[in-house]
């Protein structure tokens, strides 16, 4: 594949190994350019972007309303901070509460960020409700989880790619088996403040729980008087069908971690949703960002809001799940071993007889379809709410071509042997 790669192309990619920290592996690939669902090289050759930066760029890139909103924003203000009042702000707080049945958001920029706001939220509100004694809050999370790179996530994570060398971690944790609610009741005890998952596990290769799971983890945690915190960073804003993911499980947690998609493809924002009685336990000077809830990030968060709020993306990435997934479904046994997700998201884990999945990525990227491995066995497509039918059609008969080559290929060697 590299074989391809032009003199600009090699150029970005020399600086970029000279003057960047290696801590990403890219694919070599040298983008220009993206409008909508596709993206562009340097040397003009397009590709349907299936990766949609984890899910960032969700509604495309340049989506035409929220450029509009940017230039309207930066002609009038772009940053303050939340020393002082901006109108606008208070519209996105109500907006994006209101789409997740909440009083109230605490604005953030990454999905680390506001994942390390919810575990401390958890732990005040521990401290000066649930009343644990001073620094005893303990935190349950899940086993293959992944909620951000910064060092208390990592002290959340078990993948050890992620951890070494970065000790030592932050204490007052502990994993549990995913999918397991019993291991998760057995692990609570008087001092555990809260409960943190993804709803479906996206780093781990789109791992989707048994249904009832999530409905199971909600009725301990209400028991024990523990929070239940979804990390919906990946999931949310529409990526699996409904606005956020515990809406198709019929819960409600306590708080919720939204960013990604939240920014329109534009720019980082993030948030923490919650109500009053927990959210309130903050005061001020407590914690803070200073990019947080600017002015700039509440317009765009704004208008991805407002979109979401239509309910059309959600019931059009319901329309367009079976054309996703039928045919990938149709390959299990031929060169696939299983495919997961929801919406417009599918893992689609690779038979270890015809390759890994990123052999596989290499092989789509060379038929105009940009995708991404996971952990090894998994490639995710994770498209944009804009594709068309006749793109996702473009997208399956790639995969299926790629995938029926390396079969027949491995067919072929296990004959000649
Ligand atoms: C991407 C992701 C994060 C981290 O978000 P950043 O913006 O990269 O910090 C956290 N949780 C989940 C589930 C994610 O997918």
Redesign the pocket.
């Known amino acids: 594949m590299n074989a391809s790669v032009s003199p600009r192309a090699i150029d970005e990619i020399a600086k970029v190994k000279d003057h960047s920290a290696s801590n990403y592996a890219p694919l070599e690939l040298v983008l220009e350019s993206a409008e909508g669902a596709w993206i562009t090289d340097v040397d003009g050759k397009r590709y349907i972007d299936c990766l949609s930066a ?3 760029t969700t509604f495309g890139h340049s989506y035409p309303k929220f450029i509009e909103v940017l230039r309207e924003q930066t002609s009038k203000i772009s940053i303050a901070s939340r020393a002082v009042y901006v109108e606008g702000f208070g519209a996105f707080a109500e907006a994006l509460a209101k789409l997740a049945g909440k009083d109230m958001i605490l604005a953030m ?7 390390e706001t919810a575990i401390k939220i958890a732990r005040k509100w521990g401290y000066r409700v649930k009343g644990v004694p001073a620094d005893q809050a303990k935190i349950i999370g899940a086993e293959g ?6 060092t208390t ?1 990592i002290s959340l994570s078990d993948d050890d790619i992620a951890r070494n060398d970065y000790g030592p971690f932050t204490p007052g944790f502990e994993l549990v088996p995913y999918n397991d609610a019993e291991a998760l009741r057995a692990a609570i005890d008087e001092n555990t403040v809260a409960v943190i998952l ?1 709803p479906i ?3 781990a290769g789109v791992a989707v729980p048994d249904p009832g799971y999530l409905a199971e983890v909600r009725k301990i945690t209400a028991e024990h008087n523990v929070l239940l915190i979804l ?5 949310g804003m529409g990526r699996t069908g409904t606005t956020f993911r515990f809406q198709a499980e019929g819960i409600e947690p306590d708080l919720i ?1 939204t ?2 998609a939240l920014g329109g493809g534009i720019l ?1 924002v ?1 948030a923490v949703i919650g109500n009053k009685d927990v959210l309130g336990v903050l005061e001020p000077g407590t914690h803070g960002s200073t990019f947080g809830g600017n002015p700039l990030a509440a317009a765009i968060g704004k208008a991805v809001v407002d979109e979401l709020a239509t309910g059309k993306w959600q019931q059009n990435s319901q329309d367009l799940h079976p054309v996703l997934f039928e045919p990938l479904r149709a390959l299990v046994g031929r060169g696939v071993t299983d495919v997961r997700g929801a919406g417009l998201w599918a893992g689609v884990d690779i038979d270890p007889a015809i390759g890994n999945a990123h052999d596989v990525c290499e092989d789509l990227l060379e038929k105009g379809i940009l995708a991404k491995d996971t952990r090894g066995k998994t490639v995710r497509l994770a498209p944009p709410f804009i594709v068309s039918r006749e793109e996702i059609e473009q997208i399956t008969n790639a995969f299926t071509e790629v995938i029926e080559a390396r079969w027949q290929q491995a067919q072929s060697a296990g004959a000649a042997e």
Do not use: I
């Open positions: 984890y899910s960032a920029n990454t999905g680390a960020e506001a994942n989880n992944f909620h951000g790179r910064t996530m993804e596990q996206g780093e990390d919906e960073v990946q999931t971690t960013a990604k980082p993030s």
